[in-house]
């Protein structure tokens, strides 16, 4: 059984910054991809950023050099550093694990203010 927590979500001014986490059990984070999506109200969940196995990470043009991610393998946890945040940011953040099925989190509202 695979599990993904996140965490770090909350309320935020325009141009500042938060950091979610998203700490995995039953499966570690240096063996599989993590990907961060988001879905705002009323829209379809949308890619953020995948940190693949091998370290490597790809963004979605979404981010345009705002998000970073970033992994812990003792604590096997992956980070998604957003600065710049803008109102468009608003959304409930997830990540998800890819084994031999998807594995979904609970996510964690993210909202940020004009």
């Known amino acids: 059984q695979v599990k993904l927590v996140e965490s770090g979500g909350g309320l935020v001014q325009a141009g500042g910054s938060l950091r979610l986490s998203c700490t995995v059990s039953g499966t570690s984070v240096s063996d599989n991809e993590i990907g961060w999506y988001r879905q705002a109200p009323l829209k379809t969940r949308e890619l953020v950023a995948i940190?693949?196995?091998?370290?490597?990470?790809q963004y979605s043009t979404i981010v345009n050099g705002r998000f970073t991610v970033s992994r812990d393998d003792a604590r096997n946890t992956v980070y998604l550093q957003m600065n710049s945040l803008k109102p468009d940011d608003t959304a409930v953040y997830y990540c998800n694990a890819v084994t031999f099925r998807p594995w979904w989190g609970q996510g964690t509202q993210v909202t940020v203010s004009a």
């Open positions: 940190f693949a196995g091998d370290g490597s990470v």
